[in-house]
């Protein structure tokens, strides 16, 4: 048999297949590139440190709820004239809802008696032993304080602030 072309000064052979059956075709070698070695197995991708739950996601308890900004609920619920403030109201209960069976709520209600000037203050309040109760079932050391979440309703409304950065720490635990 005769060498291929080239191949008298060390030249790489052509890569093109030749006609004879017993001789495997092989890959063209190129200087830049090492031979073609089976590729070693990519290493394990570990999770991600800060993951932030999706809506809908299952917690150690059941469905997570969203993640907010906690300034953002509140100038929302300003720049919206309070209807951001009364569909937050609604959601952060319904999501409550479905985190855990003992919270129970109905989240309509709970919104609703935002219009009724005492029995606001009794939701508000009962909203935060929610929220608490959330936290102590994720395990978060220090829940929110239902009063303190009151106190804030008196001071420009900013009991969304408090409330929701709890929530925020029930949706992201692990």
Do not use: C
Request: a neutral charge.
């Amino acid at each position: 048999m005769t060498e291929p072309q080239g191949q008298e000064n060390g030249e790489v052979p052509d890569a093109t297949p030749t006609s004879s059956p017993q001789e495997p075709a092989t890959e063209p070698v190129s200087e830049s590139q090492p031979p073609s070695d089976p590729a070693p197995p990519a290493p394990p991708v570990p999770p991600q440190q800060q993951a932030v739950p999706q809506v809908g996601s299952t917690g150690p308890h059941g469905p997570t709820g969203k993640v907010r900004g906690p300034v953002a609920v509140w100038l929302l619920a300003i720049v919206t004239i309070g209807i951001y403030g009364l569909v937050w109201y609604y959601k952060i209960n319904k999501e409550l809802a479905r985190y855990h069976p003992s919270i129970r709520v109905n989240p309509t209600l709970a919104m609703l008696s935002l219009f009724v000037p005492i029995v606001a203050w009794v939701s508000v309040y009962n909203t935060g032993s929610r929220v608490a109760q959330a936290q102590r079932l994720a395990g978060n050391p220090a829940p929110v304080s239902p009063g303190i979440g009151l106190l804030l309703w008196f001071v420009f409304s900013t009991y969304p602030i408090y409330y929701q950065a709890g929530l925020n720490s029930v949706w992201t635990a692990r």
